[in-house]
């Protein structure tokens, strides 16, 4: 089985001022990493993936991840963040392989507020 | 091309009362999962279909959830009789390519909010 933890629930943030949301998981086989933002009143939608390669995954929006195995992490960073950027985000994980290798697992989700 | 559509995006019904939710996949996507998200925890997994066949319903909380795709294509997930523990966030999603390629990504709806009173 899998867990994921995101370990804040709400983070404010200054405009034009980085960003670090931290995501942290558990799973006894190797899996697939994922971040969805939702913004405001629309779906998830998918802000970036790691399946395999390199670490640092660069995704929509100027957002980039780093998969970090040792650690089992996946934090989402981007170094300058707008109001528009104000939304949910969530970090969920898939097993790479067998029973299940379908369902996603997500964290808690992380609101993310920029301040003007 | 139209993305995973749910509707009603609202719906309020009092316990007791039956609720049927639909989703729309993406045209062409043989994989379609149902996920739920109470109210200060996990969006957590329901089910899935490949097609019009269940793989995997592991995930319904009890018999009071029937979810049903005609023909392989809409979905619906009927609760009757609803409770208050039901209340929540329904999102849809599907997929293309086989659940086990990498590139098997879910794409989701917008999500349909229930409120049981």
């Known amino acids: 089985a899998q867990s994921v933890t995101q370990l804040d629930s709400q983070v404010p943030v200054f405009e034009e001022a980085p960003v670090e949301l931290r995501c942290n998981y558990s799973?006894?086989?190797?899996?697939?990493l994922f971040w969805y933002v939702q913004y405001p009143n629309q779906g998830l939608q998918l802000l970036l993936k790691?399946?395999?390669?390199?670490?640092l995954v660069k995704g929509i929006n100027g957002f980039e991840a780093e998969f970090n195995k040792s650690q089992t992490s996946f934090h989402l960073r981007k170094p300058s963040v707008h109001i528009s950027d104000t939304a949910e985000y969530f970090c969920?994980?898939?097993?790479?392989f067998g029973a299940g290798s379908y369902q996603l697992t997500f964290g808690k989700g992380t609101k993310l507020s920029v301040i003007p | 091309e139209a993305g995973v559509t749910q509707f009603p995006s609202h719906s309020v019904i009092e316990k007791g009362q039956t609720v049927t939710l639909r989703c729309d996949p993406i045209?062409?996507?043989?994989?379609l999962y149902w996920y739920r998200r109470v109210m200060g925890k996990e969006i957590k997994f329901l089910l899935h279909?490949?097609?019009?066949?269940?793989?995997?319903e592991s995930g319904m909380p009890n018999n009071r959830f029937l979810a049903e795709r005609t023909g392989g294509t809409y979905s619906t997930l009927k609760v009757q009789p609803a409770e208050l523990e039901d209340s929540g966030v329904y999102f849809c999603?599907?997929?293309?390519?086989?659940?086990?390629?990498?590139?098997?990504?879910?794409?989701f709806g917008a999500g349909t909010r229930l409120s049981v009173l």
């Open positions: 999603a599907s997929s293309q390519d086989s659940v086990f390629s990498a590139k098997n990504i879910q794409y």
């Open positions: 279909f490949v097609k019009e066949s269940k793989q995997d």
């Open positions: 799973s006894s086989v190797s899996v697939y």
């Open positions: 045209s062409g996507h043989d994989n």
């Open positions: 790691y399946l395999s390669g390199s670490t």
């Open positions: 969920a994980v898939k097993p790479g």
